[in-house]
């Protein structure tokens, strides 16, 4: 069982960065996938950014180029870097972590993340 535990959140204001952390407890042998999501009040949850077994990131296009999603040596800890950072970027940010599936699509294996295991969220508060 993985517990993803989050750190890093704050107030900050309009322009600036701040960077979020999460620890995947109880890490083992084996790959796995993790994600950041974010939910602003009144609104529906939001994948941020992804990082799967392979090293491969994902963003989305409200925040491409603007955050980084990576992870330490350890492969236990990863973060989000968040830079330039708006109002709309004002929420609760939650990491989440699975071991990936292997299913086959097409004819062709790939592999999935159900993002089984979630954090307690960290508050982002950016004002003018």
């Known amino acids: 069982r993985l517990q993803p535990v989050e750190s890093g959140g704050d107030s900050v204001q309009v322009g600036g960065s701040l960077r979020l952390s999460c620890e995947v407890v109880?890490?083992?042998?084996?790959?796995?996938?993790m994600g950041w999501f974010r939910q602003a009040p009144d609104k529906e949850r939001e994948k941020v950014a992804t990082?799967?077994?392979?090293?491969?990131?994902s963003y989305a296009d409200s925040v491409e180029g603007r955050f980084t999603i990576s992870k330490d040596a350890t492969e236990s800890t990863f973060y989000l870097d968040m830079t330039s950072l708006t109002h709309e970027d004002t929420a609760t940010y939650y990491c989440?972590?699975?071991?990936?599936?292997?299913?086959?699509?097409?004819?062709?294996?790939?592999?999935?993340?159900?993002?089984?295991?979630w954090g307690q969220g960290t508050g982002v508060t950016v004002s003018s």
């Open positions: 989440a972590a699975d071991h990936p599936r292997r299913v086959l699509v097409a004819g062709d294996f790939t592999h999935v993340c159900d993002y089984t295991y």
């Open positions: 109880g890490v083992t042998n084996g790959s796995y996938c």
């Open positions: 990082l799967d077994n392979f090293g491969d990131r």
